[in-house]
């Protein structure tokens, strides 16, 4: 069964449903980082983007086309994920990159700074030393009054990640109907396997400790699954 499970998600079939259901939150996560870098771009020089765990980046076609962004990088370990990702900002008015990489070895090589950096469900990914390793990078990597900006599904302060993902494994069961009972044991084992969730107030910290010195946040949803956090140098 575990194999299966395993194969199962790696298909993507659940997470292209979670997609066209927007079970993940990424229309109103988009829509803010459009609307964050409304206006930034325009003194001349545009914006450097670096987008770590891009996928298959139809989510930033939007954002790109509103042309503030004049240089953007996307990264991720998937090549077929990056096929796609081409194909999807081939009329972008950004010069754009895109790298077949971890997003750690990026930020340890990147040779000009950036002035955002965006993660997309990438966070909780990582164990609590690699985030705060991950943050430190970001922030190296940042030009002086750049962000990083996340979106991720996070605990909330002081929530165990066994208590969230018990929480979140009981609205998937109960009403997250588009998927088959199935896939729904997909979803919720990958969660269950893959997930290293730290509630916002530790990720909070982990930022501050790494020299961010602003931190805002945001949810995104009413079960307070997901949240936007942003981080300013």
């Given at each position: 069964?575990?194999?299966?499970?395993?194969?199962?998600?790696?298909?993507?079939?659940?997470?292209?449903?979670?997609?066209?259901?927007?079970?993940?939150?990424?229309?109103?996560a988009?829509?803010?980082?459009?609307?964050?870098?409304?206006?930034?771009?325009?003194?001349g020089?545009?914006?450097?983007?670096?987008?770590?765990?891009?996928?298959?980046?139809?989510?930033?076609?939007?954002?790109?086309?509103?042309?503030?962004?004049?240089?953007?990088?996307?990264?991720?370990?998937?090549?077929?994920?990056?096929?796609?990702?081409?194909?999807?900002?081939?009329?972008?008015?950004?010069?754009?990159?895109?790298?077949?990489?971890?997003?750690?070895?990026?930020?340890?090589?990147?040779?000009?700074?950036?002035?955002?950096?965006?993660m997309?469900?990438?966070?909780?990914?990582?164990?609590?030393?690699?985030?705060?390793?991950?943050?430190?990078?970001?922030?190296?990597a940042?030009?002086?009054?750049?962000?990083?900006?996340?979106?991720?599904?996070?605990?909330?302060?002081?929530?165990?990640?066994?208590?969230?993902?018990?929480?979140?494994?009981?609205?998937i069961?109960?009403?997250?109907?588009?998927?088959?009972?199935?896939?729904?044991?997909?979803?919720?084992?990958?969660?269950?396997?893959?997930?290293?969730?730290?509630?916002?107030?530790?990720?909070?910290?982990?930022?501050?400790?790494?020299?961010?010195?602003?931190?805002?946040?945001?949810?995104?949803?009413?079960?307070?699954?997901?949240?936007?956090?942003?981080?300013?140098?």
């Amino acid at each position: 069964m575990e194999g299966a499970v395993s194969t199962a998600f790696d298909r993507r079939e659940v997470f292209t449903k979670l997609r066209a259901h927007d079970r993940m939150c990424h229309v109103a996560a988009y829509a803010w980082l459009e609307g964050f870098l409304a206006g930034r771009g325009q003194n001349g020089d545009g914006l450097r983007l670096l987008d770590l765990g891009c996928n298959d980046a139809r989510d930033m076609v939007r954002v790109l086309s509103a042309g503030d962004v004049t240089a953007y990088t996307g990264v991720d370990t998937d090549t077929d994920c990056l096929a796609a990702a081409w194909k999807n900002l081939a009329d972008s008015p950004a010069a754009a990159d895109l790298v077949a990489a971890d997003g750690r070895e990026i930020l340890a090589g990147l040779r000009e700074a950036v002035d955002v950096i965006w993660m997309g469900l990438l966070l909780h990914h990582f164990p609590r030393e690699e985030k705060a390793r991950l943050f430190a990078m970001a922030k190296n990597a940042l030009r002086p009054g750049g962000e990083l900006l996340t979106h991720d599904p996070m605990p909330g302060d002081g929530e165990s990640a066994e208590a969230f993902l018990a929480r979140y494994n009981r609205v998937i069961e109960a009403g997250w109907t588009e998927l088959t009972p199935e896939e729904r044991r997909v979803l919720v084992a990958h969660w269950s396997r893959h997930g290293r969730h730290d509630s916002i107030d530790v990720v909070e910290r982990l930022a501050r400790e790494a020299g961010f010195s602003k931190v805002v946040r945001r949810r995104l949803d009413p079960d307070g699954f997901y949240a936007l956090l942003r981080f300013a140098v």
